[in-house]
């Protein structure tokens, strides 16, 4: 009996499986690209009543969707696309615009800012420690908050929290905090971009130093260009490869004081999306990408970033922001601020005037 059961199951795999799954992200990807198209079309308007846009659509993405959170929670309908378009949709956005850069752009950076990109990461990850512990939070706790500052949020927490054996609650409070915070970060870039008078390439570093996921660094630095947008991503990158050597580190430090401690996954060090970027920024340099289906390529990451920030947005938990309590508040702020002013020390001091 069991035997017949077992079989009838598995023939019903395949097709309709599949049109089920997309059958239930489908509400939530349309209501993220609805926001998004709204938010793109408002900086159609901005442009042609000023020129240019103030804000931009992928701004205004973010500040939409968080809106609407305030007012109203997406039930289970609209949850799985909601998620599907704020990580998958970035993702695949961040790994395709790796066929947009090329090697020699991330030589162009140079020996000594691709050094000090390095510094700046170790010296967050130090400094946002001990200001943890100065404000009284476990030491788990806020290591989980130093390594999501200074490397690339999310995805850091979730590498490093194996690895120090961190708690749940811990990991989901940093998690909640760096959520909202990032965008932060998002929408202040470009102002004080714009404040310091810095061209495309200081946007691109500033971003790629202080935002905290690396789809993000693509709203950052957008409104300041294409170039920007490259730059941005290739500084960011290689604060994302500061990961593994970084969780390996804890790993040794952790398993010295602890016998058996977990090795880090492969996976979490290099997440699929960072290695298909490299895979293409090879192939872009050399040359087997024709520079012909660059254009729509770059269209085409354009329309998915704007969806996945309206999701994004939507995706903003205000109560999870006062769960975190005050004491993570005020030390993943000023951590924030702390890798503020290095990446604008680090410009200041580098590059050229």
């Known amino acids: 009996m069991t035997t017949a059961h077992h079989s009838s199951t598995h023939a019903h795999h395949g097709p309709t499986d599949l049109f089920q799954g997309l059958a239930r992200l489908l509400p ?87 050094l000090a990109i390095v510094g700046v990461v170790v010296l967050a990850i130090v400094g946002g420690y001990a200001l943890g512990r100065a404000f009284g939070l476990p030491p788990a706790m806020a290591l989980l908050v130093a390594c999501g500052n200074a490397i690339c949020g999310n995805s ?76 941005g991503a290739i500084v960011k990158l290689v604060r994302v490869l500061m990961l593994g050597p970084v969780c390996l580190v804890l790993g040794l430090m952790r398993s010295g004081k602890v016998e058996g401690a977990k090795r880090p996954k492969l996976h979490h060090m290099a997440p699929w999306f960072i290695i298909v970027f490299l895979i293409l920024m090879g192939l872009r340099s050399t040359g087997l990408i024709p520079e012909v289906v660059l254009p729509p390529l770059q269209a085409g990451v354009t329309a998915m970033t704007l969806i996945a920030m309206a999701a994004l947005g939507l995706m903003v938990d205000p109560r999870a922001v006062v769960r975190a309590g005050p004491r993570v508040a005020a030390v993943a702020a000023l951590s924030a601020l702390l890798i503020g002013a290095l990446a604008l020390a680090t410009i200041v001091l580098i590059l050229p005037a």
């Open 156 to 231: 850091a927490i979730a590498a490093v929290a194996p690895v120090i054996e961190a708690e749940g609650e811990d990991v989901a409070a940093a998690i909640g905090f760096t959520a909202v915070l990032g965008i932060a970060v998002v929408l202040l870039v470009p102002v004080v971009g714009a404040l310091a008078g810095f061209d495309a390439t200081k946007v691109g570093v500033l971003a790629g130093l202080t935002v905290y996921a690396v789809p993000q660094v693509l709203a950052a630095a957008a409104p300041a260009g294409l170039l920007a947008v490259q730059t």
């Open 28 to 114: 939530g990807v349309l209501l993220s690209a609805g926001v998004g198209a709204v938010a793109y079309g408002l900086q159609i308007i901005e442009t042609n009543l000023f020129g240019h846009p103030w804000v931009e659509g992928l701004v205004i993405a973010i500040l939409m969707g968080a809106g609407l959170r305030l007012f109203w929670t997406p039930s289970s309908v609209w949850a799985p696309g909601v998620q599907f378009s704020a990580k998958t949709l970035l993702e695949v956005a961040v790994a395709l615009l790796g066929a947009t850069v090329s090697g020699a752009a991330v030589m162009a950076l140079g020996p000594i800012l691709l």
